[in-house]
């Protein structure tokens, strides 16, 4: 068999680690070549790819964070427009079966060529932990522990200085970064997209914490947070081409808060790209690794369609559908667990 991967949308530690376990997996179990296309979808449509080989050079890149493909977002109607185009290419370089790997808008491009006949299997990467049908996404154990060791950090400086820390940490739509790593880290309050926020309910806790005599607090802010409606004006920002909002720094903007209202020093510190870079964790390495070789088994056992998912300890294969539509979000119930946390 002849498979082709490539890896769509913004980057995420443990990319790397599911080529080489694809081609090692493809190459030893199966005796079959992989190809590698450039810049995600862009690099399928203007037909970029190389040879990957079962060789020393693959075997290295497993602590390697980003992805030697490269990787890039091509918006959904470049990719109706070209999907004559992506078989045609396919069909020139003999490719029996395409591993797309990327979050829920590559996997929904995935599930497109798949209607279109091409046989695909999908593998879900996000540092957001936001793909549906999945327990877990590589890149997020490690973005969680980045967080978590800054958060750790800004705890000692925040309390030589008596200050309040603002974390802002990454998370378009979901807080499962800013749940774990406030949870994690033992910050004083958390705030995710899924619950809009009371600006009242933040001040009151870092009140309440001078009052008591503590010396400083940690609030996490996931980036995609919002107030709820009429407690406080924020920024609007812009839609860029791919229809996501611009963020307007959602942490600063409850910094400016505090400090008006409790009167106390405080610091923002946005951690932005530094989570999505660098070496995968242990957990994320072994849990790309197994998506990987689980991807490749499902292309040679002709499981098209598909997407790999982890539940509880075991990977297996669900449809694209289970994994589009609809994002992985916050329960309620697990947000208002970790509030018991908070103050
Ligand atoms: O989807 C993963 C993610 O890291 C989001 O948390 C974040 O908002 C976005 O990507 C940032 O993307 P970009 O690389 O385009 O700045």
Not at 26 to 55: H, I, P
Not at 59 to 71: E, F, H, N, P, S
Not at 210 to 223: D, R
Not at 276 to 285: E, I, N, V
Request: charged share 25%; with cysteine.
């Amino acid at each position: 068999m002849r498979l082709a991967t490539l890896t769509s949308g913004g980057d995420c530690p443990g990319l790397n680690a599911v080529i080489r376990s694809i081609v090692r997996t493809a190459s030893s179990e199966y005796g079959s070549t992989v190809v590698g296309y450039q810049d995600g979808w862009v690099g399928l449509l203007e037909d970029r790819r190389v040879d990957l080989y079962d060789d020393e050079e693959i075997d290295r890149i497993l602590l390697r964070g980003g992805t030697i493909l490269g990787t890039g977002r091509l918006h959904p109607d470049n990719f109706k427009a070209g999907i004559d185009r992506i078989k045609e290419n396919l069909a020139d370089a003999g490719i029996d079966a395409l591993i797309p790997i990327g979050g829920e808008g590559t996997l929904k491009g995935a599930k497109f060529l798949s209607d279109n006949g091409i046989p695909v299997v999908g593998v879900p990467k996000t540092i957001d932990n936001d793909v549906n049908g999945t327990d877990y996404t590589f890149g997020f154990d490690t973005a969680v522990s980045v967080a978590t060791d800054a958060i750790d950090r800004l705890h000692t400086t925040a309390e030589s200085h008596d200050r309040v820390m603002i974390v802002e940490v990454m998370g378009r739509h979901v807080g499962w970064i800013a749940l774990h790593a406030g949870m994690a880290g033992g910050a004083h309050y958390t705030v995710i997209p899924e619950v809009p926020f009371d600006i009242n309910d933040i001040v009151k806790a870092m009140q309440r914490r001078f009052q008591m005599g503590e010396k400083y607090g940690i609030i996490v802010v996931a980036e995609g947070a919002l107030p709820k409606e009429g407690t406080m004006q924020v920024e609007e920002g812009e839609v860029d081409q791919f229809g996501h909002k611009t963020f307007t720094g959602m942490g600063q903007q409850i910094a400016n808060e505090i400090k008006r209202r409790v009167g106390q020093d405080v610091r923002t510190t946005v951690l932005g790209h530094i989570q999505r870079g660098g070496t995968p964790t242990a957990y994320d390495r072994v849990l790309a690794t197994r998506y990987g070789a689980t991807a490749a088994m499902a292309a040679h056992t002709g499981q098209f369609g598909t997407c790999v998912a982890l539940h509880g300890e075991d990977i297996s294969v669900i449809p694209l559908e289970e994994a589009v539509g609809k994002l992985k979000t916050v329960p309620l119930r697990r947000y208002e667990r970790a509030q018991a946390m908070f103050g």
